[in-house]
């Protein structure tokens, strides 16, 4: 197992519509894909408040002043491109104007497993099929 520390960030817009990503693992096509809020691994010696923003601006293109939080804190297993994860996440929010992303930041492995991005009001969440990360993404926004 690898273990990481991870910073993700709750991007809400005015109108409190939250932003998120659609991914899948590259090496299982035929998995089901998922939407997530922006973030990923802390590189070495990086707090989590910085590393939530350069993952805000490396995913999306958005340069963010701040973060606030954290807002919620959790740890979870899971299995991506042949590897297998403990992660443990905090969770931060920022509010800012509605935008589309770039994806000049993307990685080669971010081009393979992000499709793309799309904000959700709540209604759209809690009518939702779709899988979404953090589960209580919902409460957290509430």
């Known amino acids: 197992m690898t273990r990481r520390e991870a910073a993700r ?12 990503l659609h991914g899948s693992d590259p090496e299982k096509p035929r998995s089901p894909a998922w939407w997530f809020t922006p973030g990923g691994g802390l590189e070495r010696g990086e707090s989590h408040e910085h590393a939530a ?28 491109a042949g590897t297998d994860y403990v992660q443990h996440e905090l969770f931060f929010t920022a509010t800012v104007a509605a935008f589309s992303i770039t994806t000049d930041g993307w990685t080669d492995r971010e081009r393979h497993a ?12 809690r009518s939702s099929t779709e899988t979404i990360y953090p589960q209580n993404l919902i409460a957290l926004i509430e």
């Open 9 to 20: 960030v709750i991007l809400l817009d005015e109108s409190r519509r939250v932003l998120l």
């Open 114 to 125: 992000l499709g793309k991005a799309r904000w959700w009001s709540l209604t759209e969440l």
């Open 53 to 80: 923003k350069r993952e805000v601006r490396e995913e999306t293109g958005l340069d963010l002043d701040s973060v606030e939080g954290p807002v919620f804190e959790h740890t979870l297993s899971f299995s991506f």
